[in-house]
């Protein structure tokens, strides 16, 4: 059985971030891998050594700081969790919530968690739009698709690694060609859309990453995924020249 965690479902869940975790779930169940969730609100207690997948989306500048005071209290145990190999997908308010801390454009500071150390000030102009991406999983360079609308810019310090490289769109900051943050089994990015809906590959990386955790057996069964594939073909199309 995989345990998957959706963190303040209420509060972060932007433009369908909640997407990811449906996706995580249905393409364990359609491989008939025993899943369940649980979702986790202000208050509630959290047992981070029952948990396989822990998803934190993104909010905006207002709920971010409505529950950074709530996930600071649980801070040691999660930081202990991560440390421990716990396979962590987070989004935008979320990636910049386990970084060091986030400066909004009125110079407050909403302290992070400080797991990642990675740092977000606002800038004036809003990142939005499409993205293309490359990353790398298993040794395989993956591009995926996804739509970013963040004011901060996210930088990285030294040993945290980006999650992938920009071919379109902004990414951390618009300036350094990075997206997203990629620590342990740590994944942090900007891209909504949902992200993992819209790039399975991922979905099974991840996936196989709490299976093996758990030592499960981590070869995954094939899904027809060509609906997925060329959805996100055409996008890759229509952002980069030459795709
Ligand atoms: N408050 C953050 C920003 O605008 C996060 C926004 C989001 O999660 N989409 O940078």
Known sequence: ???VCHLYPDLLNLYGDRGNVIAFLQRCRWRGIPVDLQEVNMGDNINFSQIDFLFLGGGSDREQNL????LGKHRD???QAIDDGLVVLSI???YQLLGQ?????DGKEIPGLGILDHYTEAGEKRLIGNVAIEMELDGRKVKATGFENHGGKTILKDDV????KVLSGYGNNGEDGYEGARYKNVFCSYLHGPLL???QELTDYLIKQALKRRGMEEKLTAIDDSVEQSANERMLKRLIKGA
């Open 161 to 164: 690694k980006p999650l992938g």
């Open 67 to 70: 529950m950074a005071a709530d």
């Open 1 to 3: 059985m995989l345990s």
């Open 92 to 94: 935008c308010g979320g």
């Open 77 to 79: 145990k999660l930081a």
């Open 197 to 199: 809906p819209k790039n």
């Open 101 to 105: 801390y986030y400066r909004t454009l």
